[in-house]
């Protein structure tokens, strides 16, 4: 059973950093990629996907400001967010990619505000 818990997220002011954290159980990276996810709205985004060779992938729009990670002893997934603006306060959600649509976590709330 997939198992996903984010956290890490918090208020901080345009220009400042977030690192979020995401502990998984159940899932074989060795075959499954993972991604981090974003809602501000209506609709979740992929915002940072990791291959089980390492290869990364963002959308153009977030590219060099973010930067997902792993720690494979622990399992654990990063997401290392800079140069934060406003436009970035979301809910922030891992999951494989493509995502187990039965398997989300609460998620993790970012706040970007001066």
């Known amino acids: 059973q997939v198992q996903l818990m984010e956290s890490g997220g918090g208020s901080v002011q345009p220009g400042g950093s977030l690192t979020l954290s995401c502990a998984t159980s159940?899932?074989?990276?060795?075959?499954?990629?993972m991604g981090w996810y974003r809602q501000a709205g209506e609709g979740r985004e992929l915002i940072a996907r990791l291959t089980p060779a390492g290869h990364t992938l963002y959308p153009s729009s977030l590219k060099g400001r973010f930067t997902i990670s792993a720690d494979k002893a622990a399992k654990t997934r990063y997401l290392q967010m800079n140069s934060l603006k406003a436009e970035d306060t979301a809910v922030y959600y891992c999951?494989?990619?493509?995502?187990?649509?039965?398997?989300w976590g609460p998620g993790t709330q970012g706040t970007v505000s001066s």
């Open positions: 159940g899932i074989d990276f060795t075959i499954n990629a």
């Open positions: 999951n494989t990619q493509p995502p187990d649509y039965g398997s």
